[in-house]
């Protein structure tokens, strides 16, 4: 049963300790608000003010599953408080493990703070969970695919559009990091696992990932730098630096140009030009 008091309090509460640097948003000048706007809120949650204002007023339908981990990854919430949310919601908190889409309020912060160079938080599967607006000029937005289709993997061996991102010599190694790759995952996992309904699939539609899997090839780590190739301003060549969540097993990637180099320059004209190009 929904504790719609309990939920009311426990919403406004998070939301006035919430500061809008902690959520990558300006303060401005003529700011009364302790914490965030409600309507701040509603749009890092994804739904409309009046839906959210409702639920600090004891008011309006139970918030589905769905809404709730909206609200909790809006909010910045730890998984405890994500879970009580839940509760207080009148639902059962869903269940804990390492591929769990929950981004913790420490990754966010630093996710929050990267607007100057591409960055995203990956899954262990590849599946794209945010990407800031360079990294969306750079690659395009890989969180609108659903499906087995969310894991770059997946896509390496079934969409010719993804590898057209990176350059052709490099495809080789690629194929075969990715197939490593779910080849390690899906046995930490299991049979039955995602990561192992993944692997499936690919056996089933892929002969070249069908190929390579019998290689049994373990450890292929992707190279210190990655080259994309962007149909705007052509070759990229970026370090790409991973902070891991071992938690959640969630990876913020930051690519990153050396200073002076035509890549470096290149990424500064993709801040202006890239994001309009993709889309």
Not at 214 to 243: D, S
């Amino acid at each position: 049963m929904i504790d719609r008091t309990g939920l009311a309090e426990f919403l406004r509460r998070r939301r006035e300790v919430l500061q809008p640097e902690d959520v990558g948003l300006p303060r401005g000048r003529r700011r009364r608000t302790a914490g965030l706007r409600r309507e701040e809120v509603a749009s890092l949650c994804h739904m409309s003010t009046d839906y959210y204002a409702r639920l600090e007023r004891e008011r309006g339908p139970q918030p589905s599953a769905q809404m709730l981990a909206s609200i909790a990854q809006g909010l910045h919430l730890s998984l405890d408080e994500r879970d009580h949310l839940f509760r207080l919601a009148g639902h059962e908190p869903p269940i804990r493990t390492a591929v769990g889409e929950h981004i913790s309020p420490g990754m966010l912060r630093v996710f929050d703070r990267l607007d100057d160079t591409p960055a995203e938080i990956v899954t262990e599967l590849g599946e794209t969970l945010r990407q800031n607006a360079l990294s969306v000029a750079l690659t395009g937005d890989a969180t609108r695919f659903s499906g087995p289709a969310r894991s770059i993997g997946y896509r390496w061996f079934t969409d010719p559009a993804t590898r057209a991102l990176y350059a052709p010599e490099d495809h080789a190694f690629l194929s075969r990091m990715f197939a490593s790759g779910a080849r390690a995952v899906a046995t930490r996992h299991g049979l039955g696992s995602r990561a192992a309904h993944l692997a499936d699939l690919l056996l089933a539609g892929s002969d070249e990932f069908r190929a390579l899997w019998e290689e049994h090839e373990i450890g292929l780590y992707p190279h210190e730098v990655k080259r994309f190739l962007h149909p705007e301003v052509g070759l990229l060549e970026l370090n790409c630096q991973a902070l891991i969540d071992p938690v959640q097993s969630h990876l913020l990637l930051v690519y990153t140009a050396v200073p002076g180099t035509d890549s470096y320059e290149k990424l500064r004209l993709l801040s202006i030009i890239g994001a309009p190009a993709l889309a």
